[in-house]
């Protein structure tokens, strides 16, 4: 049996696991209250992983190496923080969101925040930049599928990531967040076991085991091939740019709402408790593919032992690092595991963006929740499918990097919901038109800043000094719009169940 | 006389946002100002933002002080960590002794800025019923959600 199919048995493999506990958690989805919280009745080792794996999506697995090849040690800013990000995310937000979702009926981000804010208003904001932020971050998940399908299988880039999405559709349709909860663990071991092997085999293979040590390590190879800016802690991009990166991927974990959500979904406190240790020791495993397939992709080619990549190609750094210097079985494995971090985050983003549609946009228009909620989430899982993937291929056309793109979608979702969500929710003072208000702005000052700093091409309008992050200057911006916009405006008076939510 | 959980949250907020502008200035400030005031100014703000953050949903009272002394604690030697980074990258000349194959500021960025962190992991493992959710608050919960 050769390398190839070894690899495509493994995966298919995979795949059809995927597609049984798909199967599975269809019987288990009765209702729209299990398509979206999984019934609340998850515990630990699903908080866990869920919030892990989710995370750790195409962007960390595909765009991180790719990263780190382009600007060195830059990119560690976004993946060392995330310890810090788990953990400011539950401070402000783990117990906080568990008793909400006690106390008052929710199934959606959107209706936390009308609940909090006694604003339909606030809700249609919510909702709306969750479609924009969930349409690019399924771009980014698909272009990361179909960078690494396409390259395995030298197949067009096109029908590559149609096939991964329809196997994501298939499951996330029927078995809606529970599918995705369970595939979520099993893609979330793994991610961990990929995630070790492949920095064993970065560090002992490239160089001939002189990646670390040795007179011909890594930082006296670069220092040789005068790019010693990629190795020192700044990277290529220079500290403020890495400040920014730290600011929103550190405090930006608290608005994503494929993370948050899933503390709707708990059973009791217990998991608020223990799942943060889980999260953080896996998602730490994770990370060391992130810090050093990109590193010794880029050895190989500055010693002159593999071609460089092509300019505008560098998330093709871990699928070509892997065909080349991995085992086969290995190779399986670790492509299972990309497939896996695409996709565990691409069906939780399904889920969310279905929501929008079905619960959010009915409340904000009609007043009223639809009927048969259940079948119109379905369909509205296969559009909102069609259409990232439709804007991911048009992406591609543009030479958006995966990492990039993840940025711009993370950064969005940061600006808009870090003050309103994890802010607002713990501060009694905050008021509906200070969310508003920070909502707005987060959105405004993220697609402004990103646009003016791509078009026209020739000579973008502005660009933020220092490659500093847009979507840092989008949060910083929002944050202190939230707090100005609340002190000056006056706090509506809050029930007694909303003011023990809040104070708890 | 002491001021309330109320005005105790509506200070901590202030201090982040006027954090949170400090460091907006500092980037928008970018070439008006040294780099090293600006990484300077900008890493302090955050810093400042971070502790106040962490401080911001712990529960008030002397029974948890010690617990929010370590956290405070924590958010401290994090700090440090930040400001040992930006001065071994300032002094660290090349060709000088590596730190696990790499120069020590960014081995101190790789092991400090991504394990540091598990202190206030284990801290919230640890004090969680103490100063992140009480039980008497878990109990306030329930009996209002059989009310609803």
New interface residues.
């Given amino acids: 049996m050769d390398d190839r199919t070894l690899i495509l048995l493994f995966i298919a493999g995979y795949l059809s696991i995927c597609l049984g506990v798909g199967i599975w958690a269809a019987r288990r989805t009765r209702s729209s209250r299990d398509f979206f919280v999984a019934g609340q009745g998850i515990g630990t080792v699903l908080l866990g992983f869920a919030a892990f794996s989710t995370t750790m999506s195409g962007f960390g697995f595909i765009g991180g190496p790719g990263l780190v090849y382009k600007y060195g040690?830059s990119s560690?800013?976004i993946c060392?923080?995330?310890?810090?990000g788990?953990?400011?995310s539950?401070?402000?937000i783990?117990?906080?969101f568990k008793?909400f979702s006690?106390?008052?009926d929710i199934l959606t981000l959107p209706d936390a925040v009308a609940i909090r804010y006694q604003s339909e208003l606030c809700r249609f904001l919510s909702a709306l930049v969750i479609l924009l932020g969930v349409i690019a971050y399924l771009g980014t998940n698909i272009l990361a599928f179909g960078t690494v399908a396409s390259t395995f299988f030298e197949i067009d880039f096109t029908l590559a990531a149609i096939g991964g999405m329809t196997v994501v559709i298939l499951y996330a349709v029927f078995g809606g967040i529970i599918a995705g909860l369970y595939t979520d663990v099993i893609q979330g071991f793994i991610m961990v076991f990929a995630s070790v092997a492949l920095f064993w085999i970065a560090i002992s293979t490239a160089g001939e085991g002189q990646?670390?040590?040795g007179p011909a390590?890594?930082?006296q190879a670069f220092?040789e091939a005068e790019l010693?800016s990629a190795?020192?802690?700044?990277g290529v991009l220079g500290?403020?740019a890495c400040?920014?990166f730290?600011?929103l991927f550190?405090?930006g974990g608290s608005g994503q709402p494929h993370i948050n959500t899933k503390y709707f979904m708990l059973r009791d406190?217990r998991p608020?408790?223990?799942g943060?240790?889980l999260c953080?020791v896996a998602y730490?495993l994770c990370?060391l593919l992130w810090?050093t397939v990109g590193f010794a992709m880029k050895y190989l080619v500055i010693t002159g032992q593999a071609p460089a990549l092509v300019a505008g190609q560098e998330d093709n750094a871990a699928p070509v690092f892997l065909l080349n210097h991995a085992p086969p079985w290995l190779a399986g494995i670790v492509f299972s595991g990309l497939f896996a971090a695409i996709m565990s985050t691409a069906d939780s983003f399904l889920n969310i963006g279905a929501g929008v549609f079905v619960r959010d946009f009915p409340q904000v228009f009609l007043r009223r929740t639809v009927k048969r909620e259940l079948f119109w989430a379905r369909v509205a899982t296969v559009l909102l499918a069609t259409a990232a993937t439709a804007f991911a291929l048009w992406a591609k056309k543009h030479g958006d990097l995966i990492a990039i793109l993840g940025t711009f979608g993370w950064g969005l979702f940061a600006a808009a919901f870090v003050p309103v969500v994890a802010?607002g929710f713990?501060?009694?003072?905050a008021t509906w038109q200070g969310a508003a208000a920070s909502t707005i702005v987060g959105l405004v000052t993220n697609l402004g800043l990103d646009l003016a700093g791509k078009y026209p091409e020739a000579s973008p309008l502005y660009k933020?000094?220092?490659a500093?992050s847009v979507g840092?200057?989008a949060l910083?911006?929002s944050?202190?719009t939230?707090?100005?916009v609340s002190?000056l405006t006056r706090p509506a008076p809050l029930s007694r169940?909303l003011e023990?939510?809040i104070?708890? | 006389m002491k001021p309330s959980t109320s005005n105790l949250k509506d200070r901590y907020i202030t201090g982040i946002a006027v954090c949170a502008g400090a460091m907006l200035l500092a980037i928008l400030l970018g070439g008006f100002i040294p780099p090293t005031a600006q990484v300077l100014l900008a890493g302090l703000a955050l810093q400042g933002m971070l502790g106040l953050i962490v401080q911001l949903n712990l529960i008030p009272g002397r029974d948890t002080k010690r617990y929010r002394w370590a956290f405070g604690f924590s958010c401290l030697v994090f700090a440090a960590i930040f400001f040992g980074i930006v001065y071994l990258d300032h002094v660290y000349q090349g060709g000088a002794q590596l730190v696990a194959g790499m120069e020590p500021a960014t081995a101190l960025m790789v092991f400090g800025i991504t394990l540091w962190p598990f202190t206030a992991v284990s801290l919230w493992v640890i004090g969680f019923q103490k100063v992140i959710y009480s039980t008497q608050a878990q109990q306030t919960i329930k009996s209002l959600a059989t009310e609803k």
């Fill in positions: 040690t560690f800013w060392c923080c995330a310890i810090l788990f953990t400011l539950a401070l402000l783990g117990k906080r008793i006690e106390l008052f990646f670390v040590d390590n890594l930082t220092r010693s190795i020192g802690p700044w500290p403020m400040l920014s730290f600011f550190a405090l406190v608020v408790r223990w943060l240790l953080t730490t990370i810090m802010i713990n501060w009694k003072r933020v000094p220092g500093v840092a200057v910083l911006a944050l202190v939230f707090v100005a002190f169940t023990c939510a104070d708890s």
